[in-house]
């Protein structure tokens, strides 16, 4: 594996990890949509954003050097 390839597949698995955290972040303040009206608009633009972030990433992995050593 390249050196480069490695830098990528270091890219891709934080993004990963931001992906999750957003995931969480949406479901940690779902308590809050009675309180703020904005909760409603932003949570589902960062969902929208995950699942993008998904098509790319499976995108990525279904290259057969993703994650080889």
Known sequence: MTKAQV???GKINKL???MDGSCKMARDVAPLRERAQDV???VPKILNQ???C???VKGYWEQKSF???
């Open 54 to 56: 998904t098509y790319f």
């Open 40 to 42: 409603d608009e932003i």
């Open 50 to 52: 995950v699942i993008e």
């Open 67 to 69: 994650g080889e050593c």
């Open 7 to 9: 830098l990528r597949d």
């Open 16 to 18: 990963i990890q931001e």
